[in-house]
């Protein structure tokens, strides 16, 4: 390739994604692992770390980011599905370097969205979000085609899972269904509410059963101790890393973010070449987080 092809071909990569932005989604097989409140203060201490964040309330029909933070949204996305708002009129600032995108409880046509729906959801938001390092879709539980279909479009996928055998088992369903169904071969783990011991032991557990089920291999990224400190934020609606930033839970958050932040760097010349939500192709994300 000459030098003038590349120069071009980066040029055209830059107005793709200018911003590189990573979209990253935390998704679960079950219910009540913490996918919300790590959704958040991984956003936050992202920010904190001098990244722009986006965060997306995609829990569709059963939201509750704003409820963490004590916020009453005034638009969300369903206006912005039926086309009459802006994707600024939804934005809710948080912080500086920190917005997100709230979504609505109790609407069964958010959680039912077919493909053309999204596809004009996300084309509708694809100017807004090239001005962030990172998106962050805090997706709902289980395996509907919404949740699958959009964890198929993030470029890291991220699944949470507990100790607790159901959430092992939920865990590695969603991981087996997104494979028969989409062939995506990547996925990253982090283990919640967990010693190191524990979460060592389920991280082996679900990469054996996905190594010798389905022939391949996970990416640990790390775990988060169980930290009674995060009940007391939740009541009081503030989040975990403002509430109490030392705690055992947040450091280990910490550790996330760096390893995140890692992969947006070294992986920054792929991503500035296609749109930050759109079908990635399997064995994207770097091992060398």
């Known amino acids: 390739m000459s030098d003038s092809t590349s120069e071009n071909n980066a040029g055209s990569n830059s107005g793709i994604n200018p911003g590189s932005t990573v979209s990253l989604c935390i998704m679960s097989g079950k219910g009540g692992v913490g996918k919300t409140n790590l959704a958040l203060n991984l956003g936050l201490t992202l920010r904190d770390m001098g990244h722009k964040l986006l965060l997306m309330d995609c829990d569709l029909g059963l939201a509750n980011l704003d409820v963490l933070l004590g916020l009453t949204p005034e638009k969300n996305l369903q206006d912005l599905l039926g086309g009459e708002v802006r994707p600024e009129d939804v934005l809710l600032h948080v912080e500086d370097g920190l917005d997100i995108l709230p979504a609505s409880s109790g609407v069964p046509e958010l959680v039912e969205m077919d493909q053309n729906q999204r596809d004009g959801l996300f084309e509708t938001l694809t100017e807004l979000i090239k001005e962030y390092d990172f998106l962050l879709l805090d997706l709902g539980a289980g395996i509907s085609g919404t949740v699958l279909a959009l964890a198929r479009m993030a470029q890291m996928r991220v699944v949470l899972v507990t100790p607790e055998p159901t959430s092992l088992t939920d865990g590695y369903a969603i991981i087996k269904v997104m494979h028969a169904k989409y062939g995506v071969r990547d996925f990253c783990v982090v283990v919640n509410q967990a010693t190191a011991k524990e979460a060592a032991e389920t991280f082996q557990r679900l990469n054996m059963a996905c190594k010798n089920f389905l022939g391949f291999e996970l990416v ?70």
């Open 220 to 289: 640990n990224l790390g775990h988060v101790r169980l930290d009674r400190t995060l009940t007391q934020a939740v009541i009081n609606q503030t989040p975990l890393a403002r509430f109490a930033p030392e705690c055992p839970a947040i450091k280990d958050i910490r550790v996330l973010a760096e390893r995140v932040s890692v992969y947006r760097r070294q992986n920054m010349e792929a991503i500035s070449g296609r749109k930050a939500l759109k079908e990635f192709l399997p064995g994207a994300t770097s091992r060398n987080t």
